[in-house]
């Protein structure tokens, strides 16, 4: 019989419904009647229906076709049809003898439908769009500034208006021809506007960015905002904002890069002497031809890298750096040359080029930068649009009347204690207090639900219970969107058709086969009385495993076996009461790649040293030659059973074949063999 655990079952499926992988015996195919006039475009008939060349080519495609190999010839298609109208025959009489209404059954497609589907939904609605905006965002790079106004995300209406209506008066200025630098230097709340030239946020300027170094609003009006023009006053979570675009161009390709720091210790003469002479020291030995990371570990004072050869990572244009440091850096135009030094705000440096990554293709960029992507905000962001979408289109209802009743009579604090410390089941009335689709919440379910999320964060009390009722309808509408995924999406509709039938195939095979041979102790015997002599085993030598957790005890056996003999030795073994030792035998007729074939060398009487085995230490034992015998009934049991299955099932599938009048015609399938 056939046996399975639970994790093995889904895998087996997963073969089962690749028909390539069904391992049916093709010795019961040649009984089928294949006539020669060519029925176009049918390749079989099976209970009157026709299965055509193009569904039987695209179940070739996605089962059949051997990874690798371009080339398929007649013979291919011919078997790969045969197994097919098998598979077919299979599921069709599974379905006749009622298998699918099992309840067990229909529960596991259950569970297999939410544990595929919900992932799919996430990959194909809320990651592939996400991740595809990305990587065309990471192939091109925008360069621009910024003015901020801070507003607290919970700020007030009044104090929103005075953010607008200054940020509005800036951006005129700007239109008019002010210096957007240095209205951003007076006026930016991004601290590092005031910073210094030539870093990052200086008089609000950026820098270069590709996708991904920005939040999604800031990144999505960078890049829908033309070179030169200044964009609407747009809102994240950081406040008001402004930016003006001054330049777009292609993103280079990541580096790895190396420098060699210097740091000036002091401001005076002397110490810009000092520093002086040390970089025309380094810069000397650098065009000398000395190795770059030897003269890091030499003079670098950058102490992290310097152990490195100055090796600072894998760094990208737009990753923020100083831009004199960035400039030289990725201007540097053969891998393992330098330059410098250039000045930054943490000393003088020398870079070298190391290494490039270019950007691979979207296939091949898609892992990483999903993970990338999972990380960051606009991920939830994107879920929660998707779920309020699915929201809108099916349309939701709640309770407003109570809503507002709560807002008049409870301040938010006085809200979350009522629905923390009220027992709503004990109340004579549960009225529904929200509706979507086929879902309903009651008072107290809401009640319970309110107490177990973390209630989101909001000026009143209507706006907390209506952010919580949101969440409530995000997550009933994945799981609607779930439920009706298999009408909506084709592809997701034929996945789950591929493992119906290979569950229901599972099932008849384990019914009528599997189980029947497993237990049908007189076909065994028969089949054995008929063909017992071909059940042998060849000369096979005898190995004696002795395994322990002690090293020294087991060392000290084998030293022993090799100079006393066997029975002396283990006879020493046993009176060693804190030696616990363990003796296994197997048998072995030629190499299989085991720790075991290392006895095939030996003599017999010769044992190996001790070695490393399974969390402990093992010795093996040549015991000699076990000579070919015939098998007992329960030793050829297991090959028995293989044998009456294979019987079974071919005699069951011409059975088949005559029941569902299946008719093959493998001469159509010549249209697919290229001339």
């Known amino acids: 019989m056939l046996k399975t655990s639970s994790t093995f079952r889904y895998v087996l499926l997963l073969s089962l419904v690749s028909i390539a992988g069904l391992g049916c015996s093709s010795s019961y195919t040649t009984a089928v009647e294949q006539p020669v006039e060519v029925v176009p475009d049918v390749v079989a008939m099976l209970n009157g229906s026709a299965i055509t060349l193009d569904e039987f080519k695209t179940n070739f495609d996605r089962n059949g076709r051997v990874p690798g190999e371009d080339s398929v010839s007649a013979d291919d298609y011919e078997e790969f049809l045969s197994r097919f109208v098998d598979f077919r025959l299979k599921v069709l009489e599974a379905r006749r003898i009622g298998l699918q209404d099992d309840p067990t059954l229909q529960t596991e497609v259950q569970q297999y439908r939410l544990q595929l589907a919900r992932p799919y939904i996430m990959e194909r609605r809320v990651f592939e769009p996400l991740v595809r905006e990305m990587y065309d965002r990471r192939t091109d790079m925008v360069e621009a500034s910024h003015i901020l106004l801070t507003v607290q995300p919970n700020a007030s209406p009044e104090d929103t208006l005075t953010a607008w209506n200054q940020l509005t008066a800036i951006r005129d200025s700007v239109v008019a021809g002010a210096s957007f630098g240095q209205l951003a230097a007076q006026y930016s709340q991004d601290p590092s506007a005031a910073g210094q030239p030539g870093n990052p946020g200086y008089q609000g300027q950026l820098g270069y960015f590709g996708g991904g170094r920005m939040v999604e609003a800031f990144e999505d009006m960078a890049f829908n905002t033309a070179v030169g023009e200044v964009s609407s006053i747009f809102r994240t979570q950081f406040g008001y904002h402004v930016l003006q675009v001054t330049d777009r161009k292609r993103l280079p390709a990541d580096r790895e890069l190396a420098h060699v720091m210097v740091r ?15 970089l025309d020291s380094i810069q000397a030995v650098l065009e000398r031809g000395e190795v770059f ?3 890091a570990r030499t003079y670098s004072d950058d102490q992290n890298s310097a152990v490195r050869g100055g090796n600072i990572g894998r760094l990208a244009f737009d990753a923020g750096l100083p831009f004199t440091f960035r400039d030289a850096a990725f201007g540097i135009e053969t891998e393992g040359q330098w330059a410098g030094p250039v ?9 070298q080029f190391n290494s490039s990554f270019p950007l691979g293709s979207f296939e091949e960029e898609y892992e990483s930068m999903k993970s990338r992507i999972s990380q960051m905000p606009r991920t939830q962001a994107a879920q929660d649009a998707f779920a309020a979408r699915i929201v809108e289109e099916e349309g939701a209802w709640v309770d407003s009347s109570l809503v507002e009743g709560w807002a008049e009579s409870m301040s938010q604090d006085s809200l979350v204690r009522w629905m923390a410390l009220t027992d709503f089941s004990t109340l004579d009335d549960d009225p529904v207090f929200v509706e979507f689709a086929d879902s309903t919440l009651s008072l107290s379910e809401f009640a319970k639900f309110f107490r177990r999320i973390t209630v989101p964060a909001a000026r009143t009390a209507e706006q907390r219970v209506y952010g919580v009722v949101d969440q409530w309808l995000a997550e009933r509408a994945i799981d609607f969107e779930v439920n009706q995924l298999e009408q909506r999406d084709p592809e997701f509709a034929a996945t789950m058709q591929d493992f119906r039938d290979g569950l229901l195939l599972f099932r008849f095979m384990e019914k009528e086969v599997w189980e029947k041979a497993a237990t049908d102790t007189t076909a065994l015997e028969a089949h054995f009385a008929e063909h017992g002599s071909s059940y042998r085993f060849p000369d096979r030598t005898r190995v004696v495993s002795y395994s322990s957790v002690n090293e020294e005890g087991l060392n000290r056996l084998v030293t ?6 066997l029975d002396a030795a283990l006879t020493e073994a046993e009176a060693d009461t804190l030696f616990v030792l363990r003796a296994d035998t197997t048998f072995i007729a030629e190499p299989s790649g085991s720790i075991f074939d290392q006895v095939l060398s030996l003599n017999q009487g010769e044992i190996t040293d001790a070695s490393s085995y399974n969390q402990g230490w093992i010795a093996l034992y040549n015991d000699g030659i076990d000579p070919e015998r015939e098998m007992t009934f329960d030793e050829a049991r297991s090959e028995l059973v293989n044998e009456v299955q294979a019987d079974l099932e071919s005699q069951l599938m011409a059975d088949l074949r005559v029941q569902y009048g299946v008719v093959l015609y493998p001469e159509a399938l010549q249209a697919l063999i290229p001339e």
């Open 264 to 278: 000036q210790q002091g401001a005076t003469p002397a110490d810009q002497a000092a520093t002086e002479a040390k």
């Open 293 to 295: 990371a030897e003269v």
């Open 343 to 351: 000045r930054t705000n943490f000393g003088y440096h020398f870079i």
């Open 560 to 565: 022993s076996i090799r100079g006393s003999g």
